[in-house]
């Protein structure tokens, strides 16, 4: 279910430090090391997923469950009436860097559209 190598899986095992803002029994919730924006937050899977294409019609309450948590954490951080963003990158040409689904929510200032 988890992934020697992968950077995500490590924080799941606690193997390397993270700043966890969520926790459930099948997500996890931390500060992105390198924000973009004020509020810059990935939420993961506690399982190894590399890319959404990986994901089929069965994933689709854990994904639910993802946009949840993040959307809730949204409101928790006091973005909802400003707007926020959340993001899932898919595949290198979309710049997806670790290949551990993540959903990030970035949030505390403008954030501008289309994205480039
Ligand atoms: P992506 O480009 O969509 O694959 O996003 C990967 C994100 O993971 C980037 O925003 C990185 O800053 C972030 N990241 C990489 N390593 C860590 C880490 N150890 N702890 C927290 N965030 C990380
Ligand atoms: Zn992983």
Redesign the pocket.
């Known amino acids: 279910m988890l992934d020697k190598d992968c ?1 995500f899986c490590k ?1 799941l095992r606690k193997e ?1 430090p ?1 700043e966890i803002v969520f926790e459930d029994e099948d997500l996890l919730g ?5 924000p ?1 924006a004020p509020v ?1 937050e ?1 939420f993961i899977p506690r399982i190894h997923i590399e890319t959404i294409n990986d994901v089929d019609r069965e994933g689709a309450g854990l994904l639910g469950r993802l946009f949840v948590a993040a959307v809730e954490r949204a409101k928790a951080v006091g973005l909802s009436e400003e707007g926020y963003r959340l ?1 899932l ?1 898919c595949g290198r040409g979309a ?4 290949f551990h689904i ?1 959903l ?1 929510l970035l949030g505390g200032r403008p954030l501008s559209w289309p994205p480039g």
């Open positions: 950077i924080i390397i993270s931390f500060k992105d090391a390198n973009q810059h990935l993001v990158n710049g997806q860097t670790v993540h990030h």
